[in-house]
């Protein structure tokens, strides 16, 4: 059984955000989402800042097995990513919640933000797609 | 579902992530594909590779059957026990399935053929051996295990029974021994030493349990595959196919020409493809840039596209490699465009690691 944080909201692909006190919203993948990927072996973030929609490919996760796009959850301007994933891919295994945390935006449109799902939502989510 | 080997059980209660493979359920790893691929480079790992098809052959047509059957020499088995690499070829020189073939006595012998290839493989034997005073019979009932690595040999020594222990130990490469229902064979497909067992039912269920409690790391199909594209060993269906001919997927090496008296199938169009010189080839990559390369990604070179037939990323190299069909005048640099982007990559010669050593030079 995968764990779903209470603090955090939810895609329909799989990606978690989490807001922070400044404003600006943390992106990963969920727990789910590695362990059906297997071991990651590379991860692309992207290598300029720039504005991305909701729904834009904003990373590449790839495992052992297949290359996956993840999505910008929300829109917003790219504040940061997780450099450390260039050497260590595998901490969006061991830690996809905390130190596998994929980039940092600052939101445009925060309403964006509620069209999410919690994690109650989200867990039945994966619930019934896997049914 | 699909069909499930005698271990299946075993493997669930291990902890394995199951996936189906040509129709069988089979373990992908045990929790790391990684890990797994590790221990066989340098201690010991155990696959269970029952899927696979195991035919034997008997009669007194068996030589003249196989010797039509294969592009490789059957004749070079002089001695018991030895065994072949071979392809066995369709008239136009494509690629049926590639095999091993092992002289158990006489004109008795032992073919294992891939899985995911079992009914039209089985279908084509068949056909073939309606012309020779042959028996062929499947032999579903028997436990296939691949014990690799370093320590392998010496860790499941004292899990044989006596009486072909020593034999199993002495074996050269692509040897084997029979005994009471066991065959040892100096095989595998991960470019490390090792052993593939074929025995019964329920000794194969205690060797798997004595091999696990000796610590030997249960590895499932993920590993296999890096291990085996590390090894620069070709895989049926992605580096080779029925439109492939073995000169154009770096198995002209296992097509025996002589003696030209030798009439196997596909030899009239392999010739014909001789004569008129190669064109493609496959080669090892490595890749300079990030990324991984992955199966059916275009390759550029200066001599035109080409693409790779097996990619992914190497555990041992820490990068990624890939097995790739190119043309045959393509130089040592390439480019590879991987999801739309051209990262740049080096064509190597295969093996990219064999026995825990990697055998590609650094630039």
């Known amino acids: 059984m995968s764990e779903t944080p209470e603090n955090l909201r939810y895609s329909q692909d799989h ?10 919203v943390v992106v990963g993948i969920t727990d789910h989402a590695q362990e059906s ?7 692309e973030v992207p290598e300029e800042e720039g504005e991305l929609l909701k729904g834009d490919a904003c990373a590449v996760v790839e495992s052992v097995k297949a290359a996956s796009d993840v999505y910008a959850p929300v829109s917003g301007k790219l504040a940061a990513t997780n450099e450390a994933l260039s050497d260590s891919p595998e901490l969006v295994n061991s830690s996809p919640y905390d130190e596998g945390w994929l980039l940092r935006l600052d939101p445009s449109d925060p309403a964006e933000l509620d069209e999410l799902m919690d994690a109650g939502a989200y867990t039945q989510y994966l619930a019934e797609s896997e049914a | ?38 221990a066989v480079r340098g201690s010991a790992g155990v696959f269970d590779v029952s899927h696979m098809t195991v035919v034997d052959v008997d009669g007194a047509g068996g030589r003249d059957f196989l010797a039509r059957l294969l592009a490789n020499n059957i004749d070079k088995l002089t ?24 002289r158990l006595a006489g004109d008795a012998y032992r073919l294992v053929v891939n899985a995911a290839t ?7 034997l068949e056909k073939v051996a309606a012309d020779f005073d042959v028996a062929l019979a499947e032999r579903a009932d028997l436990i296939m295990l691949a014990i690799q690595g370093p320590n392998a040999c010496a860790t499941a020594a004292p899990l044989l029974p006596d009486s072909i222990r ?36 329920e000794p194969g269920l205690e060797l798997w349990d004595a091999c696990l409690a000796a610590g030997v790391v249960p590895c499932g199909l ?53 004569q008129r010189g190669k064109n493609a080839k496959l080669v090892g990559l490595v890749l300079a840039d990030r990324g991984i390369m992955r199966h059916g990604q275009r390759v550029i070179t200066d001599a035109g596209d080409g693409e790779v037939t097996s990619g992914g990323f190497s555990p041992t190299m820490e990068r990624s490699i890939a097995l790739a069909r190119v043309p045959f005048a393509a130089n040592t640099n390439c480019q590879v465009e991987i999801r739309k982007a051209l990262r740049e990559a080096r064509v190597v010669r295969p093996p990219f690691v064999r026995n825990g050593k990697i055998l590609i030079e650094e630039t």
Not at chain 1, 37 to 43: D, S
Not at chain 2, 79 to 101: F, H, P, Q
């Open chain 1, 37 to 43: 990927l297997g071991e990651l072996v590379y991860v």
């Open chain 2, 222 to 274: 993920g590993a296999r595959d890096t291990l085996r594209l590390e090894a620069g060993l070709s895989l049926y269906g992605q580096d080779m196919d029925e439109t492939v001919s073995p000169l154009s997927a770096a198995l002209g090496w296992t097509v025996a020409w002589e003696p030209t008296t030798r009439d196997f199938i596909g030899r009239q169009a392999l010739t014909a493809e001789k």
């Open chain 2, 79 to 102: 001695a018991t026990g030895a065994g072949l690499y071979s392809c066995m070829l369709n008239e136009t020189a494509g690629v049926v399935d590639d095999l091993i073939a092992y």
């Open chain 2, 118 to 124: 079992r009914d039209k493989d089985l279908a084509w």
């Open chain 2, 1 to 38: 579902m699909g069909s499930k080997t005698p271990l299946y059980d075993r493997h669930v209660s291990a902890g394995a992530k199951i996936v189906d493979f040509g129709g069988w359920d089979m373990p992908l790893h045990y929790g790391s594909q990684l890990d797994e691929h590790h």
């Open chain 1, 15 to 24: 990606e978690w955000v989490r807001v922070e006190d400044d404003g600006s």
């Open chain 2, 166 to 201: 020593d034999a199993s130990l002495a074996l050269p490469s692509f040897h084997s021994v029979a005994a009471d229902g066991w065959f040892v064979a100096r095989t595998g497909y991960t470019g490390e030493d090792g052993w593939e067992v074929i025995l019964p039912r």
